[in-house]
């Protein structure tokens, strides 16, 4: 049987924005609504954290709310609705999948990234500006932004801006920055993802407190 939920939610948003809808609505942009989507996120987030199912299931639907709202304001300007992002990412993973939809053979994760790697290099278009660091959003969290970075920097780059931290220090020490960035080059050379071991390890610290309120 068809579930039509996703058709419905559709026309549900197009009917806020519509003249006669609601007025909170229709007044939004792109731009305007920016902060509420990294709120939707991080709530999203602490319901992952709390492993809580009913708060993550209603934290996702707000998420998917931002991105309909963001699609129905892109379909208002003549340039692609929901459905052509339900498209693109279809067809975007299938592309990217050519060891589960092609002819391609992965034994391991190591092996995944490499082909999703070499798929992502052949999909990029040539721009005017570009630089080592181009595709890595400056507003990431500083922990992801850095573990992007280190991702991508050579050790070369890095040694020189550990200079240069150095020697713009009054007394060479790099501080707090540079350590904190070493802590997560270590973290991507041993396939951590930072953000998220620190997040485990802040749990482990507010059951400790939990704990203690017990005693």
């Known amino acids: 049987m068809k579930d039509d939920s ?38 999203l987030l602490e319901a992952l954290d709390n492993e809580d199912s009913d708060a993550t299931r209603e934290e996702l639907g707000d998420v998917l709310m931002h991105i309909l709202l963001h699609s129905e304001i892109e379909s208002e300007r003549g340039n692609f609705d929901f459905y052509d992002v339900a498209r693109s990412l279809a067809e975007k993973l299938v592309r990217r999948h050519p060891h589960v ?26 721009r005017a500006v570009g630089g080592l660091f181009e595709g890595i959003p400056p507003q990431l969290s500083a922990l992801r932004y850095a573990y992007d970075i280190a991702k991508k920097a ?61 005693e």
């Open 154 to 214: 050579p050790p070369e780059v890095l040694d020189k801006a550990l200079a240069r931290a150095k020697k713009n220090s009054p007394d060479g020490n790099p501080g707090p920055g540079a350590e904190m960035f070493e802590i997560v080059r270590k973290a991507v050379q041993s396939k951590t993802e930072p953000e998220s071991a620190l997040r485990d390890y802040i749990k482990e610290i507010k059951k400790a407190a939990a704990e203690r309120e017990k």
């Open 101 to 126: 939809f092609g002819g391609n053979s992965a034994k391991n994760s190591d092996d995944v990234l490499k082909i999703w790697q070499d798929v992502k290099s052949k999909e990029k278009k040539p």
């Open 6 to 43: 996703v058709d419905r939610l559709v026309e549900i948003v197009k009917r806020l924005r519509a003249p006669g809808g609601c007025p909170w609505d229709r007044e939004q942009t792109h731009l305007s609504v920016r902060g509420h989507l990294v709120e939707e996120c991080a709530e």
